[in-house]
């Protein structure tokens, strides 16, 4: 009995404490250029997701999403002029699984409001 109990609870220990939530699709942001991000908004066709402010080089907390893609709308601000990442629209792509991601946004030297702003997906 002593047995079977020490087995029990090496197996809920196992089980109990992963860090992996692949139940849920989640997405966090990435600050891959050397401006600071603000005001962020997400919309992966499902509704906008406001995401906290970040630093070059910093990434946020991870969002649950119920619908993704490998690209998004995404409006942010540098130095209070805002830019904005348009997809014309998701014809044709693939949801992402349930899982951890990380969009990864770059900023170039452009001042065009849709010029300024890439996003790569990244499987965590």
Excluded: W
Aim: hydrophobic share 35%; aromatic share 12%; with cysteine.
């Amino acid at each position: 009995m002593k047995k079977i109990l020490i087995l029990v609870l090496i197996v809920l220990a196992l089980f109990g404490c992963s860090n992996d939530d692949s139940s849920e699709l989640r997405i966090r942001l990435s600050n891959a250029s050397k401006f600071n991000f603000q005001n962020i908004t997400v919309n992966t066709s499902t509704g906008n997701v406001n995401f906290d402010n970040i630093n070059p080089g910093q990434n946020t907390g991870y969002k649950v999403f119920s619908k993704a893609y490998s690209y998004a709308f995404v409006e942010l601000q540098i130095d209070g002029k805002t830019y904005t990442l348009q997809p014309i629209d998701y014809v044709g792509e693939t949801t992402l699984e349930k899982g951890n991601y990380t969009y990864e946004i770059t900023a170039n030297d452009s001042q065009e409001r849709y010029g300024k702003l890439m996003l790569k997906l990244i499987k965590d």
